[in-house]
């Protein structure tokens, strides 16, 4: 596997590219990777970047794919040069910041787990279910679920693992962990809000990373929240760049 260092910002930016095109069974490495999953949330839908395109021709095609959805747009460091600036001139909207951070796993020490909490790994419909139910409110996803269950349990790619953290057998916490690229990529970290404070997000995230640790790579890399960049930061993640997240008009 190949030893990056937490500043090689390139295999974090496709493993996210990757994660997201899995929703929609979307290619993840062209220069406009768009991905449409109808379900309402602008994280759910969107364009990863635009690369070596004219903006006007890029939103066009976007736009034909997109519309009667909610999606954003992703601008990072794997975007052209300018396309924030060109987003707002045509009328963008800013609609996130969010802090790409990064983690060298073979650093990262132990963490103590709460007694009661169980950590597994989902399968079938009936845990999926159960994980989609514990993670969508957390994360702002409303609206009939069964969308969101459907297309993790037909996403594009089997090289995911989702972590569920149960106590007294209900599922309080989630993670995801994909492992497609070459490095670790941590999505939907989620604590119920009446088990917050109690480290089920820090056990689930260090599994995680254990798990990382154990597949022989080196790095491991998520996009924060606000409340949840604090929390990182404990475990040993790095703030090594951000995203912004835009939205167009119709």
């Given amino acids: 596997m190949t030893k990056y260092s937490i500043h090689d910002l390139e295999p974090q930016l496709a493993a996210n590219r990757r994660y997201w095109c899995g929703w929609a069974g979307a290619r993840p490495d062209t220069d406009l990777p768009t991905y449409r999953t109808d379900i309402p949330h602008p994280l759910l839908n969107g364009v990863l970047r635009v690369r070596g395109r004219q903006l006007d021709d890029a939103i066009a095609e976007v736009k034909r794919h997109l519309t009667g959805s909610r999606w954003g747009w992703w601008v990072g460091a794997d975007s052209d040069e300018g396309t924030a ?24 020490a132990e963490a103590a787990a709460p007694a009661d909490l169980k950590i597994r790994t989902v399968v079938g419909p009936v845990g999926m279910r159960e994980y989609v139910a514990a993670y969508a409110g957390p994360l702002g996803i409303s609206g009939d679920l069964g969308i969101v269950v459907d297309r993790e349990l037909g996403f594009a790619y089997p090289d995911v693992l989702r972590l569920a953290g149960t106590v007294d057998g209900r599922t309080v916490g989630t993670c995801t962990l994909s492992l497609g690229t070459d490095v670790g990529a941590l999505y939907c970290i989620a604590t119920d809000p ?4 109690r480290g089920i997000a820090t056990a ?9 640790r154990e597949s022989g790579r080196r790095i491991a890399t998520l ?7 604090p929390v990182y930061r404990q475990i040993g993640f790095d703030t090594v760049a951000r995203y912004r997240l835009y939205q167009l008009p119709e």
């Fill in 223 to 229: 996009q924060a929240s606000a409340e949840g960049e």
């Fill in 85 to 108: 600036e060109g987003l707002l001139e045509r009328g963008a909207e800013q609609i996130g910041d969010m802090p790409i951070m990064a983690v060298d796993v073979t650093t990262v």
């Fill in 204 to 212: 689930l995230t260090c599994e995680a990373l254990r798990i990382t």
């Fill in 194 to 197: 009446a088990f917050r404070r």
